[in-house]
């Protein structure tokens, strides 16, 4: 499974885009994530695109995850809107930057 996060807006604007790999993960971490996935429920959320928060300079975040059967759905959400599920899915992949097995922006 490929999940791709791409962040953007903000005050600056700097897009920022990690993608992980789960095939390329230890175990725990696969399934940890894989876990998340299904947790925020993205295939059944795929196309939704979420209000803007009243954030004022708030981030978007494009959400795409690739099952790897040929079946990739994406969802777009905003700071501080969305479900908390999906939040602690961006939150994860995320933290991952270091690890990211994608292109940059």
Do not use: C, W
């Amino acid at each position: 499974m490929r999940i791709r996060v791409r962040r953007s807006g903000g005050l600056a604007n700097i897009p920022r885009v990690v993608e992980i790999d789960t095939s390329t993960l230890p175990g725990d971490e696969a399934r940890e994530l894989e876990h998340l996935v299904k947790q925020a429920d993205v295939p059944r959320m795929a196309g939704a695109r979420a209000t803007p928060g009243r954030l004022r300079d708030s981030f978007q975040y494009d959400v795409t995850v690739d099952d790897g059967g040929g079946a990739q759905h994406t969802v777009t959400t905003y700071q501080g809107a969305g479900t908390a599920e999906l939040q602690r899915l961006i939150d994860r992949v995320m933290s991952l930057q270091g690890r990211s097995s994608g292109p940059t922006p």
